[in-house]
Every structure is written in C-alpha cells, then in structure tokens.
C-alpha cells in the first residue's frame, strides 16, 4: 500500500504526506506548523505517526513549518547540505539534521527515495522519485524548465506530483512588476502550463494513473486554466487513461492510492 496527500501547493506554502502502511513521510513543510497539523487532520491523516520531513529547498513556501513540526514530534529533517546551510533553514532549530546526496538515494525505512536537481532559483533545489513495494512516485514542484535528466526521473512511475505554475499570457499581462515576471520566466523559475502538458506528454506511460498540477500561481492562472491547458496537449498526444487533478493551495486534495 502507497498513499499520497497533497495537502496544499503555492506560492503560499507547499507539502504533500507520502505513507505506507508504516511510515508517514511529509515532503516539505511551508505552511506553519498549525496549519499542516490542521490540513493533516482534515484529510483523515494523524500527524504523530509522521516519520520525518524532507525538504526540496529553502524558501519560505517549502520551509516555514519545519522547525515546529521537527521540535513538536522528534522529527530528523531530511534535506542536501546546501539546503541545510542556507539561512532560511538554518534559522530554524530542528530536532535532528539529516544530510543527504542532491543525487543519491537513501532510504527510510521500506522508502527507497533518490533526488534529482532541478533547475530553480534556490541555493539548491531537488525533486524526488519516490518508490515502495514495487510502486513509484515523483514529486518535482519549483523549477523553470524541465530538462532530459529530470524527465527522466519522471518517467515509470505510478503518479506524479508536477508543477504547472502559470499561463505564460496571464502572466505577461498581469499585474506582477517586470522583474518579477522576468523571474518567473527564466530557465530557473517557474514551470507554465504549456511545458507541464508537454513534459507529461513525454513521461506518462501506460503505468501511469495519476497526475496532480501542483503549485498553481493564484494570479497568473487558474485549475481551470491549467487543467485545460494540459489536457489539450495530451489530447493532442493521443495520451488519456491518467486522471489528472489541480492541487489547491488552501485545502487538502483527497488522499491517492497507488
């Protein structure tokens, strides 16, 4: 058995609770402590039985309730030395520090769990292929283009977990300041719609049953948008058979057997 719960994806706080019937792993945490406790117990989850966090990077969305869920359960906190280094975590006291390769794998206890780079604007930022008992998962949220070496990583799996941030004409015409669209654009910011559709056009297989569209931007696109968007290009691709669902920044999304 191999769960998964987005527990909600954006710009205003990411994290997503991988279980089995043993271990209960909590892949970023940047909502406050209080509120995952909160989405985890919405959704059917109880957040004793957490085994550890691991982080993809440092920023705000992805970090914010680290410290309180690693001191308020006894939790090691699973993240590359970069990551671990930076400021944004190191100000936050954890109850055990867990150094891992941005390449290798390593496992917890029946989750054998490898991370992958990928292009953004953090000091380090991994994705993570994720497997248990025969099935796969892959989780890869902030990056600004999706090059061969990380499709890789997305191909064979059972579900994904997949950025589809943003419209790039939402974007342009919105209200965001030019540098910050220019950001958002780059190779190392954030994955729009389009290229999400493309990317799964590639990595999906007939393995494949599950896709959630994570970390939607609240002002430059829409699960409507998005959900279109990625479906046109699939359809075009004569790829169907996947159920592909919006992740919502401000609630959980229903928890996914694989």
Do not use: W
């Given at each position: 058995?191999l769960?998964?719960c987005?527990l909600?994806?954006?710009?205003?706080?990411n994290a997503?609770?991988?279980?089995?019937?043993e271990?209960?792993?909590?892949?970023?945490a940047g909502?406050?402590?209080?509120e995952?406790?909160?989405?985890?117990?919405k959704?059917?989850?109880d957040?004793?039985?957490?085994?550890?966090v691991?982080v993809?990077?440092?920023?705000?969305?992805?970090?914010?309730?680290?410290g309180?869920?690693?001191?308020?359960y006894?939790?090691?906190v699973?993240?590359?030395?970069?990551?671990?280094d930076?400021h944004?975590?190191?100000?936050q006291?954890?109850?055990?520090?867990?150094?891992?390769?941005?390449?290798?794998?390593?496992k917890?206890d029946?989750?054998k769990?490898?991370?992958?780079?990928?292009?953004?604007?953090?000091s380090?930022?991994?994705g993570?292929?994720?497997e248990?008992?025969g099935?796969?998962?892959?989780?890869?949220?902030d990056?600004?283009h999706?090059?061969?070496?990380?499709?890789?990583?997305?191909?064979?799996c059972?579900?994904?977990?997949?950025?589809?941030?943003?419209d790039?004409?939402?974007?342009?015409?919105g209200?965001?300041?030019?540098?910050?669209?220019k950001?958002?654009?780059?190779?190392?910011?954030?994955l729009p719609?389009v290229?999400?559709?493309?990317?799964?056009a590639k990595?999906?297989s007939?393995?494949?049953?599950?896709?959630?569209?994570?970390?939607?931007?609240?002002?430059?696109?829409?699960p409507?948008?998005?959900?279109g968007?990625v479906?046109q290009?699939?359809?075009?691709?004569?790829?169907?058979?996947?159920?592909?669902?919006?992740?919502?920044?401000?609630?959980p999304a229903?928890?996914?057997?694989?």
């Amino acid at each position: 058995m191999l769960e998964f719960c987005v527990l909600g994806s954006g710009s205003s706080g990411n994290a997503t609770i991988v279980r089995d019937k043993e271990t209960t792993l909590l892949f970023d945490a940047g909502f406050s402590g209080k509120e995952i406790i909160n989405r985890m117990k919405k959704a059917g989850l109880d957040p004793k039985e957490i085994t550890a966090v691991i982080v993809s990077h440092e920023h705000g969305d992805h970090v914010k309730g680290v410290g309180v869920m690693s001191r308020r359960y006894g939790l090691p906190v699973y993240a590359t030395p970069i990551t671990h280094d930076n400021h944004f975590l190191r100000g936050q006291r954890l109850e055990n520090e867990e150094r891992i390769s941005p390449t290798k794998a390593f496992k917890i206890d029946d989750f054998k769990i490898t991370p992958f780079e990928v292009p953004h604007d953090a000091s380090q930022t991994v994705g993570f292929r994720i497997e248990n008992g025969g099935k796969c998962m892959a989780i890869a949220t902030d990056m600004g283009h999706a090059p061969a070496k990380v499709q890789n990583k997305l191909k064979n799996c059972d579900a994904l977990v997949l950025e589809s941030n943003h419209d790039i004409q939402m974007l342009k015409d919105g209200p965001y300041p030019a540098f910050l669209k220019k950001r958002i654009l780059s190779e190392k910011g954030h994955l729009p719609n389009v290229e999400t559709g493309e990317v799964l056009a590639k990595v999906i297989s007939a393995r494949t049953k599950h896709v959630t569209l994570a970390h939607l931007s609240q002002e430059n696109n829409s699960p409507e948008v998005a959900l279109g968007t990625v479906k046109q290009i699939l359809k075009s691709k004569k790829v169907d058979g996947v159920m592909i669902v919006p992740a919502s920044q401000h609630s959980p999304a229903d928890i996914v057997r694989i």
